[in-house]
């Protein structure tokens, strides 16, 4: 069974930087979508970006683009959210997923927190 633990998230004052990374304890193969969400305090979870076909296809939602990164690596069962520009409305814990067995998300990380603040 494939498990992901992400990695990378913190405190970072407004206009920093992250990286935060996906880990999978199996192998990830191309056709498996892979993405990243994101659920502040009170709200619900959201989608962030997605990747499939070895990063060859991504997606972002709409309050992310040009800000924020998608990117794998699939020799290494590894997926990346470079985030650039950071604004405090990004506070969330972030979670990474993928479609393993089926066509739909069925496979969650338990997510870190990332905190925008001065």
């Known amino acids: 069974q494939v498990r992901l633990e992400e990695s990378g998230g913190g405190l970072v004052q407004p206009g920093g930087s992250l990286r935060l990374s996906c880990a999978a304890s199996?192998?990830?193969?191309?056709?498996?979508?892979m993405g990243w969400f994101r659920q502040a305090p009170g709200k619900e979870r959201e989608f962030v970006a997605s990747?499939?076909?070895?990063?060859?296809?991504?997606d972002y939602a709409e309050s992310v683009k040009g800000r924020f990164t998608i990117f794998r690596d699939d020799a290494k069962s590894t997926m990346y959210l470079q985030m650039n520009s950071l604004k405090p409305e990004d506070t969330a814990v972030y979670s990474c997923?993928?479609?393993?067995?089926?066509?739909?998300?069925?496979?969650w990380g338990q997510g870190t927190q990332v905190t925008v603040s001065s």
């Open positions: 997923a993928a479609t393993i067995r089926s066509g739909n998300y069925d496979t």
């Open positions: 199996g192998r990830i193969f191309s056709w498996n979508v």
């Open positions: 990747t499939r076909w070895s990063g060859s296809v991504t």
